[in-house]
């Protein structure tokens, strides 16, 4: 779940769906979520208030559509318009 769930306030559902498609290739990339926790309330905690691990070993392209998939803000995350133009989802899409 995206940082706003845990905000209690109104949140919008394309956002989200940005959000989860991030955590969603962060996991088949490197088989690990990107917030990780030993508890459930750890994974919060997480979520909230870290940023995001990327393995050294990362290719940049990648790299850089996570970080700005993962935007805690959701005002600042993209459109999937804007997805779509990322270098990284151009060569494989």
Not at 24 to 44: A, H, Q, R, W
Not at 49 to 57: D, F, G, L, S, Y
Request: glycine share 4%; aromatic share 8%.
């Amino acid at each position: 779940m995206p940082p706003e769930c845990f905000q209690h306030t109104s949140y919008k559902p394309k956002p989200m769906d940005i959000w989860a498609l991030g955590v969603s290739i962060y996991c088949c990339v490197f088989g690990k979520l990107p917030f990780p926790g030993e508890t459930e309330n750890d994974m919060i905690e997480s979520i909230r208030n870290q940023e995001v691990k990327i393995p050294e070993e990362c290719e940049d392209d990648l790299k850089q559509a996570l970080i700005t998939l993962l935007t805690k803000d959701p005002a600042n995350r993209p459109t999937i318009s804007q997805v779509q133009e990322m270098p990284w989802f151009k060569v494989n899409l």
